[in-house]
């Protein structure tokens, strides 16, 4: 459903994108991610036709953004990210901006109260239709950004930050509004909430100083960025971690053992190398060296650790 390939954005001398390729399948939820300054909304706006590309393509749909812009618009949503949230109209009424926009994007007269009203009805904001918008909370602020989106129907939802500056309980509100929108649409969003990209979308790109550092689904990123699967042993006691780390190191496969001390307990983190299970040579290792296990379980990377291994190169 959208194609990116070797996509560069020069301002001057100035790199904001380059050499970016990525694909996203009908239905899947990407999450576009990366530092502030790293290029994920000049990739959007490129995408919505708002740039042109200095390199490289872009396809929605199979059109190509700059050859086919119109096209293009016709099947896409944009929720843009302003200075005090979606890029709305705030002195309007919810519903005269939905009517606003509606027109914009080419909505027939005859079918514009229904498609608004459908637009509505999907973001829960029926009840605020004739509310102002600048007096709507930050929550209803974001489901109208959301509800002019969806106006022309769009196969493709892009959605800038759609979870800033929102509570809790706001943010799972939205994030279950997304996630019910998968499957019928194809959705990129951004957000600096690495979890909630965690819980909401099926494949990340990982973006950072304009260039695409990582692509995949967060398990697969987790075991990449780790160097393999991993397991995490809990022993009884305060064993010497220079012993247990000579100990495990005899276990074939293994590409990596780190040893702390957590709470009384003996943390052992084990990087496998290969495909072999290793969990049954931790077991007998502890058994001869009468280490007592009292936890053992598989481990990765969280979200957050892969995204700070990748940008910043940092050891966690």
Known sequence: MIEVKNLSKFYGPTKAVEDVSFTVEKGEILGLLGPNGAGKTTIMRILTGFFQPTGGSAKIAGFDVVEDPLEVKKRIGYMQEGQQGPALYYEM?????????????????????????????????????????GRLSSGYKQRVGLAQALLNDPEVLILDEPTRGLDPKQIIEIRQLIKNMAGERTIILSSHILPEVAMTCNKIVIIDKGTKVAEDTQEELSRKAEGGDSVLVKLKGKQEPEDVEKEYGKIKGLGE????????????????????????????????????????????????????????????
Do not use: C
Request: no cysteine.
């Open 93 to 133: 009424t919810v519903y005269s901006f939905l009517d606003f926009v509606a027109q914009l994007k080419g909505a027939p007269k005859k079918d514009r109260n229904r498609t608004i009203h459908k637009a509505m009805e999907l973001t829960g904001i029926k009840d605020v239709k004739d509310r102002i918008i």
């Open 257 to 316: 053992v780190k040893v702390s001390l957590e709470g009384g307990l003996t943390v052992v983190k084990v990087v496998r190398s290969g495909v072999k299970d290793i969990r049954e040579e931790l077991f007998k290792t502890a058994v001869k060296n009468d280490w007592v296990i009292l936890e053992m379980k598989s481990s990765s990377l969280s979200l957050e650790e892969v995204f700070l291994r990748l940008t910043t190169k940092e050891e966690v």
